[in-house]
Nanobody, 122 residues
Framework: VQLQASGGGLVQAGGSLRLTCAAS????????MGWFRQAPGKEREFVAA???????YYSDSVKGRFTISRDNAKNTVYLQMNSLRPEDTAVYYCAAGGYSGSYNYLKDYAYWGQGTLVTVSS
């Protein structure tokens, strides 16, 4: 499956963005889908994941502000980001994988998109 992330940009603190991950080549309905981010000089970290049944999981840093959703008919996953903070600045990556007992590690995902940059100004 090929993944294409989009929707990043420059936004002021407190603002919102919606990221989109469009998949092709295979249906996403058989995959766990996740979003990760990587800030400059830092390791890539888990942000959110959504299971095949629609159960959602979030890192503590984004819980209550971000919402992950999936539209299997459109083969697309979204990340709605509200109340953005400067510390949310990063390149955001979408990923797809089969469930392996966890959902918040890079190793849980076999397929990755190219990333989209989110910059939050103070």
């Amino acid at each position: 499956v090929q993944l294409q992330a989009s929707g990043g940009g420059l936004v002021q603190a407190g603002g919102s963005l919606r990221l989109t991950c469009a998949a092709s080549g295979r249906t996403i309905s058989i995959y766990y889908m996740g979003w990760f981010r990587q800030a400059p000089g830092k390791e890539r970290e888990f942000v959110a994941a959504i299971s095949l049944s629609g159960a959602t999981y979030y890192s503590d840093s984004v819980k209550g502000r971000f919402t992950i959703s999936r539209d299997n008919a459109k083969n697309t996953v979204y990340l709605q980001m509200n109340s953005l903070r400067p510390e949310d600045t990063a390149v955001y990556y979408c990923a797809a994988g089969g469930y392996s007992g966890s959902y918040n590690y890079l190793k849980d995902y076999a397929y990755w998109g190219q990333g989209t940059l989110v910059t939050v100004s103070s």
